[in-house]
């Protein structure tokens, strides 16, 4: 497995919301940059996987329906500098701020009315 040759990715540096980490010292995983889906990190890169479907490949019978091709962001390589505890604080902490927004007021505006109709406007 080779490296997509891309600058490092630290864990610390990414929302805390993109990153999955064990408390038995697992498997990390890590949402792909370039694909957004759940990739696992293993030996410091992001596995090998083939990025999203070539549009309209549904249409194609299972045997014909061409292979997407490999993600861009297969290999990237991950630096894990976040223990496990340093990761849920900063979730819990992102959970707690987003508790804590306000929602915005709704402004209705106000209809305008409805124009008589033609026989309406005859009958005036
Ligand atoms: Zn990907």
């Known amino acids: 497995?080779?490296?997509?040759?891309r600058p490092v990715i630290?864990?610390?540096?990414l929302p805390p919301n993109l990153v999955s980490m064990s408390?038995?010292?697992g498997c990390t995983l890590v949402g792909c940059p370039d694909?957004?889906?759940w990739r696992s990190v293993k030996r410091s890169?992001?596995?090998p996987h083939r990025g999203p479907d070539v549009p309209g490949?549904?249409?194609?019978?299972?045997?014909?329906?061409?292979?997407?091709?490999?993600?861009?962001g297969s290999g990237q390589k991950v630096k894990v500098d976040l223990t496990f505890e340093e990761w849920r604080a900063r979730l819990a902490e992102g959970c707690r701020q987003a508790g804590q927004r306000r929602?915005?007021?709704v402004m209705p505006r106000p209809k305008p009315p409805a124009a008589p109709a033609v026989v309406q406007m005859a009958a005036r």
């Open 10 to 13: 630290r864990l610390s540096s």
């Open 103 to 105: 929602r915005t007021r």
């Open 57 to 72: 490949a549904e249409a194609w019978p299972n045997e014909f329906r061409p292979l997407a091709p490999w993600c861009p």
């Open 23 to 25: 408390d038995r010292g």
């Open 35 to 37: 694909c957004g889906v």
């Open 45 to 47: 890169m992001i596995t």
């Open 1 to 5: 497995m080779y490296s997509n040759r």
